[in-house]
């Protein structure tokens, strides 16, 4: 989950003038960071290995 702080110095970063498609991707990508820590954090990540084998399916 975002913080306000979090999302205040995403904000404070940004050059005076943006557009805000800009604005929404930072944040976006913001919460996915969060989450894959918040996942790391309960171990809900796999290995390498384990992640190429379930994708296997797909990339061949």
Avoid: C, N, Y
Avoid at 14 to 30: A, S, T, W
């Amino acid at each position: 989950m975002l913080t306000k702080e979090l999302v205040t110095k995403t904000i404070h970063s940004l050059p005076e003038e943006f557009e805000p498609e800009e604005l929404k991707d930072r944040i976006i990508l913001l919460d996915k960071i969060q989450q894959g820590l918040k996942d790391s954090e309960e171990e809900r990540t796999f290995s390498e290995k384990e992640a190429s084998k379930r994708l296997e399916k797909w990339l061949l």
